[in-house]
């Protein structure tokens, strides 16, 4: 087939591919360099060395105490990424699971997208609920896990034939190491769809279609392999229970702001609740009868993401499967090649124009080079360091009180941390209880009060909104 026969044929694919290339480069202009980047970047330099870390090296308090490293294979690819690419390994990481992941939600849905062209461009506007996931971290690799789970279950749901199941098992493997804490993802959205195949109704606009024996027994079986699967790892068996005991502890949940409930009194919420009304609009407008399989989906992704904003992503993801079932079918009409074309060069224009933004965002940092260089001096051996602060230290060889390893220190010093620095409760006695020799806190938190009025402590350093103390007799 010549280019140009090719070319035309094939005319509305290149132009989703290349508006969604484009897109994934512009978000790249989202992108946020935020504090666990930085350690995730050292314990990857470090295990690229001496292999995967146990326990843990980079907190004074925690050191030696057993760690559950269930992202070791991510830090390894960031660090290995940087030592080949060097400054850009920081967007290259990003832009490679964004486009992925919207790839293989176009190409597994391509004829469902075709049929209502303008209907897949206003969904793909929902995508920009991503903007606040553009780090690099690993939940960007479960994205795409899910996206291929979610495919693989939908596939097997509607063609018993369907092999693409099998897959699965291996894919948890990969996920059980990269990004642990969500692996269990894999089993649980295979007994839900094992669990709802077992029902045959109507009611009122929903409908459910009982699943074949052999749907059955393939899931069942990937499922159990699925269990198995997550054991391969590091740490063995425990990563099956390591998301459950996490979810339990109240102390990490009430701490770590990604885990904290969508809310409406919260404007920058309302795209979440803008996407779930769509979806509800559009399912319950349609004339098709609404599958179960997809309101139970729906109902998963709802509960979740209002549970947490975390889990915004995948609800797009999840109902990137449904929604195009309840779109009718939509002529194409002329010039739509041109609008997918101009769409894409309007984001690649604008990534382009503001190139230089990249590299400010990888030079950014929230500790100066002359504070870093001062603690270093200093010597601190007891050092008390804001949450935020934690990475950065990390990255610059400097041991820890705390930092974004949360589910390190739940059981230990999270709740004593949060107690000194925002001094309630016996945080006079926990000052003392841990003898801290230096003290690096922000300007705005009741600690710095605490400390710039107390006769004990004098400071070191103050710049940008974070001073640095010391006892006075420390010298």
């Known amino acids: 087939m010549k280019i140009k026969e090719f070319v035309k044929k094939h005319r509305y694919?290149?132009?989703?591919?290349?508006?969604?290339?484009?897109?994934?480069?512009?978000?790249m202009l989202l992108f946020q360099k935020e504090s666990d980047y930085f350690w995730h970047v050292k314990a990857g330099e470090y295990m690229l060395e001496n292999g995967v870390?146990?326990?843990?090296?980079?907190?004074?308090?925690?050191?030696?105490?057993?760690?559950?490293?269930?992202e070791w294979a991510f830090d390894y690819l960031i660090a290995l990424l940087k030592n080949i690419f060097g400054s850009w390994h920081l967007f290259i990481y990003p832009f490679i699971c964004t486009v992925t992941l919207l790839m293989?939600?176009?190409?597994?849905?391509?004829?469902?997208?075709?049929?209502?062209?303008?209907?897949?461009?206003?969904?793909?506007?929902?995508?920009f609920i991503f903007c606040v996931y553009m780090q690099a971290r690993p939940h960007l690799i479960s994205f795409v896990f899910?996206?291929?789970?979610?495919?693989?279950?939908?596939?097997?749901?509607?063609?018993e034939k369907s092999k693409k199941i099998y897959f699965l098992p291996l894919i948890t493997i990969l996920w059980a190491n990269f990004h642990g804490g969500s692996s269990n993802l894999s089993y649980l959205f295979c007994f839900i769809f094992l669990i709802i195949g077992l029902f045959k109704f109507k009611f009122t606009k929903i409908e459910a279609d009982r699943i074949s024996k052999?749907?059955?027994?393939?899931?069942?079986?990937?499922?159990?392999?699925?269990?198995?699967?997550?054991?391969?790892?590091?740490?063995?068996?425990?990563?099956?229970?390591?998301?459950?005991?996490?979810?339990?502890?109240?102390?990490?949940?009430?701490?770590?702001?990604?885990?904290?409930?969508?809310?409406?009194?919260?404007?920058?919420?309302?795209?979440?609740?803008?996407?779930?009304?769509?979806?509800?609009?559009?399912?319950?407008?349609?004339?098709?009868?609404?599958?179960?399989?997809?309101?139970?989906?729906?109902?998963?992704?709802?509960?979740?993401g209002l549970k947490s904003i975390r889990f915004w992503g995948y609800t797009?993801?999840?109902?990137?499967?449904?929604?195009?079932?309840?779109?009718?079918?939509?002529?194409?009409?002329?010039?739509?090649?041109?609008?997918?074309?101009m769409l894409g060069s309007i984001f690649l224009v604008i990534f382009i124009t503001n190139f230089n933004m990249l590299d400010k965002e990888y030079k950014k940092t929230v500790i100066s080079?002359?504070?870093?260089?001062?603690?270093?001096?200093e010597k601190p051996e007891r050092l008390y360091n804001m949450y935020d602060y934690g990475g950065e230290l990390i990255y610059n060889d400097i041991l820890v009180f705390i930092d974004g390893r949360a589910d390190l220190y739940s059981k230990y010093n999270l709740d004593d941390y949060s107690k000194i620095s925002t001094l309630n409760g016996d945080y006079l006695e926990l000052i003392k209880k841990y003898?801290?020799?230096?003290?690096?806190?922000?300007?705005?938190?009741?600690?710095?009060?605490?400390?710039?009025?107390?006769?004990?402590?004098?400071?070191?350093?103050?710049?940008?909104?974070?001073?640095?103390?010391?006892?006075?007799?420390?010298?």
Not at 13 to 27: D, H, P, Q, R, W
Not at 53 to 70: A, E, P, Q, R, V
């Open 53 to 70: 870390l146990t326990k843990d090296i980079f907190s004074w308090f925690m050191s030696g105490n057993y760690w559950m490293s269930h």
């Open 316 to 341: 797009y993801i999840l109902m990137s499967y449904a929604i195009f079932n309840y779109v009718p079918e939509r002529k194409i009409d002329k010039g739509t090649t041109r609008i997918l074309f």
């Open 104 to 127: 293989i939600l176009f190409f597994s849905n391509k004829k469902k997208y075709l049929k209502n062209i303008i209907f897949s461009l206003i969904w793909i506007v929902g995508f």
């Open 13 to 27: 694919v290149l132009g989703f591919s290349f508006l969604l290339i484009c897109l994934s480069l512009f978000m």
């Open 435 to 475: 003898d801290f020799d230096y003290f690096l806190v922000m300007s705005n938190y009741p600690i710095n009060t605490y400390l710039k009025y107390s006769n004990d402590y004098k400071e070191v350093l103050n710049e940008k909104n974070m001073i640095l103390y010391t006892k006075k007799d420390s010298n």
């Open 146 to 159: 899910v996206a291929l789970t979610i495919w693989f279950l939908y596939d097997l749901f509607h063609n």
């Open 369 to 377: 080079e002359k504070m870093i260089n001062t603690i270093k001096k």
């Open 214 to 304: 052999r749907q059955i027994y393939k899931y069942l079986i990937v499922s159990l392999l699925c269990i198995l699967s997550i054991c391969i790892n590091p740490h063995g068996i425990k990563m099956i229970s390591y998301p459950y005991l996490n979810i339990m502890d109240s102390t990490m949940v009430n701490f770590i702001s990604e885990w904290q409930p969508t809310v409406l009194s919260n404007v920058t919420h309302y795209p979440y609740f803008i996407l779930i009304f769509f979806i509800v609009l559009i399912m319950l407008l349609s004339r098709e009868k609404i599958k179960f399989i997809d309101f139970i989906l729906l109902g998963i992704s709802l509960f979740l």
